[in-house]
């Protein structure tokens, strides 16, 4: 009898894009799609752990091109997502990952870098990524981008507002994509990790994360940035064909729990 399931859940072969993939789930993110057989691009500001990264995909046999990028330059992510279709002939998968916390009050002389490098590294340099990778993922069979935002997209920490802002920018950006994009078969998503142990969450002490973790999250604990990833890739496959415009909250049920 024929298989009634033809979609294929395999990113082997497929060239996919990874910001800030020198640390935390951006490189999960890179762990787990070379682990599936995905030709990589990782992109990041810290060249050191990106190179230390690209080696250890490479290490279990991943084709892989390291970008050292400022994200806020937009020049500079035009060239980059320019050599990255050229070097292999094409992009399927965008996963605009990036980021970093600065907290700062609104009356607080560190508000208006915080406001500035949020907006431009989490918001502002997604769309310009999605710009410069739309004639690659146009030319793809199975088109795919992925936002990482937050639960700040959903709500707001104190004294967090540049990142809440931002945050609320890239589920925007998300839906408004997904939208324009539809027609051409292009699926654009949006991740929403909770707390996850990554660069970002490494300075808070462990009984202070233990402590949000018992109060706020239904799971009690922090997630491993693999789980993270996994969520990821979920939204990635050519299987996902019809999912577009989505919110997956990888939040261990923070934004459930109300007591
Ligand atoms: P991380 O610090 O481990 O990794 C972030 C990476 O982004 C770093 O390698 C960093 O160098 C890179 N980066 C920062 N600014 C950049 C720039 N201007 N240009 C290029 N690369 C830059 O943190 P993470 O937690 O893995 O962060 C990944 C994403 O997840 C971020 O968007 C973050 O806001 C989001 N997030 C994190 C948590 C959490 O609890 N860790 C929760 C919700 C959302």
């Known amino acids: 009898m024929a298989r009634l399931s033809k979609l294929s859940r395999s990113i082997a072969g497929s060239v996919a894009i990874i910001t800030g993939a020198a ?12 682990d599936e057989g995905a030709r990589l691009a990782l992109i990041d500001i810290n060249t050191g752990a990106l190179e230390v990264v690209a080696g250890e ?25 320019a050599r990255i279709g050229a070097h292999f002939g094409g992009i399927d998968i965008l996963v605009n990952n990036a980021g970093f916390a600065l907290l700062a009050e609104i009356d607080s002389d560190a508000y208006p870098h915080s406001w500035d ?5 989490m918001a502002t340099a997604q769309a310009w990524a999605i710009r410069a990778a739309l004639p690659f993922l146009r030319q ?29 920018a890239s589920l925007g950006l998300t839906r408004a994509m997904a939208v324009d994009l539809g027609k051409e078969g ?9 707390p996850v142990r990554t660069g970002i969450t490494d300075a808070i002490p462990e009984e202070a994360k233990q402590t949000f973790a018992n109060r706020r999250t239904a799971l009690r604990r922090y997630a491993e940035p693999e789980e993270v ?4 890739l979920s939204l990635v496959l050519p299987a996902a064909s019809f999912i577009t415009g989505a919110t997956l909250l990888v939040d261990g049920g923070v934004t459930i729990r109300n007591a």
């Open 57 to 81: 995909v490479r290490s279990v046999g991943a084709e892989v091109l390291p970008l050292t990028v400022d994200l806020s330059d937009r020049a500079a992510v035009e060239a980059a997502i």
């Open 23 to 34: 640390s935390g789930m951006g490189r999960a993110t890179a762990h787990l799609f070379a």
């Open 186 to 194: 292009i699926t654009v998503n949006c991740v929403c990790p909770g």
């Open 229 to 232: 990833a996994q969520a990821t």
């Open 117 to 121: 490098t949020s907006l431009a590294v």
């Open 140 to 168: 793809s069979p199975h088109p795919r981008i992925v936002n990482v935002a937050s639960t700040e997209a959903h709500g707001a920490t104190r004294f967090n507002s540049a990142y809440v802002v931002a945050k609320h």
